[in-house]
T-cell receptor, first 110, second 113 residues
């Protein structure tokens, strides 16, 4: 079983719609959760992190965490073409190691 | 502009060559990391340094040799690589090991012929 699993996509959404990305993880001891955005040919950029169950909002982004279900998601509201990228879910057990999913590719259609 | 820089940005080398990748972070962080990113695969952690001490070697072949002379600089020395080592090599840093927010450099795109 992979430590962190994501649907590879591509996830295609029309401009202005909500993009919903999902991530599941296998280690119940995981404590902190991250979403990185990676444009083609570029390095990952941290966009959200969440530590507690529930929702965390930052601008058009909302991260949702459910530790009981071992599930973390990212919602992108009012999707823009500039949101087209690969989104990486990463999980940490409060040591120095992040475990990454393979990423979900999002395409926003103008 | 990222606070983590990497050179070179692109590197093509033969299997018998020796080369080095360099990473420098300007964020005052204490932990630095090397990752390998291959197409369609998750980021793979290679090495971790915390306060210049290596704290993780994730079963990386000996043809990859890291060096961390101080908390701001990290090198990856390469020798006798294989074509399957072609990938994007990313350096990252964080405030301290155990801290969660890692910031990445732009990466070195390595091609081994």
């Amino acid at each position: 079983q992979k430590e962190v699993e994501q649907n590879s996509g591509p996830l295609s959404v029309p401009e202005g719609a909500i993009a919903s990305l999902n991530c599941t993880y296998s280690d119940r001891g995981s404590q902190s959760f991250f979403w990185y955005r990676q444009y083609s040919g570029k390095s990952p950029e941290l966009i959200m992190f969440i530590y507690s169950n529930g929702d965390k909002e930052d601008g058009r982004f909302t991260a949702q965490l459910n530790k009981a279900s071992q599930y973390v998601s990212l919602l992108i509201r009012d999707s823009q073409p500039s949101d087209s990228a690969t989104y990486l879910c990463a999980v940490n057990k409060n040591d120095y190691k992040l475990s990454f999913g393979a990423g979900t590719t999002v395409t926003v259609r103008a | 502009e990222t606070g983590v820089t990497q050179t070179p940005r692109h590197l093509v080398m033969g299997m018998t060559n020796k080369k080095s990748l360099k990473c420098e972070q300007h964020l005052g962080h204490n932990a630095m990391y090397w990752y390998k990113q291959s197409a369609k695969k998750p980021l793979e952690l290679m090495f971790v340094y915390n306060f210049k001490e290596q704290t993780e070697n994730n079963s990386v072949p000996s043809r990859f040799s890291p060096e961390c002379p101080n908390s701001s600089h990290l090198f990856l020395h390469l020798h006798t690589l294989q074509p399957e080592d072609s990938a994007l090599y990313l350096c990252a840093s964080s405030q301290e090991s155990g801290s969660n927010e890692q910031f990445f450099g732009p990466g070195t795109r390595l091609t081994v012929l």
